[in-house]
């Protein structure tokens, strides 16, 4: 079924997999055609969804086995689809004057998709809000708080949204150009997803508005952990992860001099273990996947992976990556070590893997 904005064409590599077999969602292209592939831990394709632009990444209703696919920024599609491939994929078009930044989020019953989007003519973040059941009709948005949302998750009490607002301001008319990298203001901000009002918000030091705020993930004590991209110069070594606890200011974490060089001021990703008690963060630019200690902040070593950014945890308390160059590999976290699972070199996974089940 090729959609974002495609024909409808029918899945193609359908497979079964084991009820109890967890599956991971990604974004790829081959040979210039792009896709949505679900396959287990061992690379195993079950059936992918051809679409006509970069997939980025996804929100999870892991209850109802459903999946939302958002292309990449500034797209204007994604498309709902069942994991287990039982249905037919829905596709979806952003609001007029508004595009997707990729990633979104459901409420913890299914009922509601939140998408973090850009209200470009005003400037201004949005989280787009849709009506699952009458087939993710868009029934309003809430202000995301800042510029240029990206990731968005859902916090432990199940009402709380946190936004990661980059704070680059963009517009689909530029191309690309990053408009405002003099006046930027990233920003976490915490949203009652009932009534989109803004109930906290937190901002890095004055000399850090460089550094956009980009990923989270929330570890096993229920705080928020963030990765960052600096548009700052080149030769700057900011931190580019930190954590943020309800009430408290933002806290960031370099790790060692080394591997902060490496790191090339870019992180693409950021997942933690099943315990939730170890954080992982990748960059495509330094080729590397680093891993904190959730509770102390901790820097727990690293594991070299060329153009490596989609991580998620897998079973045995590792994790599996994929690689802008076609690699999915099974990565031990205790011994830094990586095991390729699947190589395919004219494959190109895109920035982001996610498990369901």
């Avoid at 079964?16 to 081959?30: I, K, N, Q, V």
Wanted: charged fraction near 20%; glycine fraction near 12%; charge should be negative.
């Amino acid at each position: 079924m090729a959609l974002f904005g495609g024909l409808l064409v029918a899945p193609a590599n359908v497979l079964a997999a084991p009820d109890s077999e967890p599956l991971f969602l990604a974004a790829r292209t081959e040979a210039g055609r792009h896709a949505i592939a679900v396959f287990d831990s061992r690379g195993s394709e079950l059936f992918s969804i051809p679409v006509d632009a970069r997939g980025h990444s996804f929100a999870i209703d892991a209850r109802n086995r459903m999946a939302v696919a958002f292309d990449r920024a500034p797209g204007t599609h994604a498309v709902l689809f069942d994991v287990d491939n039982r249905k037919d994929p829905l596709p979806l078009v952003a609001a007029p004057g508004r595009h997707f930044f990729g990633h979104g989020i459901f409420s913890s019953d299914g009922k509601l998709l939140l998408a973090s989007e850009n209200d470009y003519d005003e400037g201004r973040g949005v989280l787009g809000v849709y009506d699952v059941a009458a087939g993710c009709r868009r029934i309003g948005e809430f202000a995301s708080g800042g510029v240029g949302p990206h990731d968005v998750v859902l916090m432990p009490d199940g009402r709380t949204l946190c936004v990661a607002n980059g704070g680059i301001l963009t517009h689909p008319d530029y191309d690309g150009i990053k408009l405002n990298l003099d006046e930027m203001t990233p920003s976490l901000t915490y949203v009652d997803l009932h009534s989109g009002e803004l109930v906290e918000e937190v901002r890095l030091a004055p000399e850090l508005h460089r550094l956009s705020i980009r990923h989270l993930v929330v570890d096993a004590y229920g705080v928020v952990w963030f990765g960052c991209q600096y548009e700052g110069e080149a030769a700057d070594r900011p931190p580019l992860v930190g954590r943020h606890r309800r009430g408290e200011e933002p806290v960031l974490f370099a790790g060692p001099a080394e591997t902060l060089r490496a790191l090339d001021n870019y992180v693409g990703s950021v997942a933690v273990d099943l315990s939730g008690e170890i954080v992982a963060t990748s960059s495509p630019l330094g080729g590397l996947i680093t891993y904190w200690d959730a509770a102390t902040g901790r820097n727990l070593g690293q594991t070299s992976l060329a153009d490596g950014c989609g991580i998620a945890p897998l079973q045995d308390g590792g994790i599996l990556a994929t690689s802008g160059r076609g690699t999915i590999a099974a990565v031990d976290i205790a011994r830094s070590r990586l095991r390729s699972v699947a190589e395919q070199p004219a494959v190109g996974w895109d920035n982001h893997l996610r498990r369901i089940g």
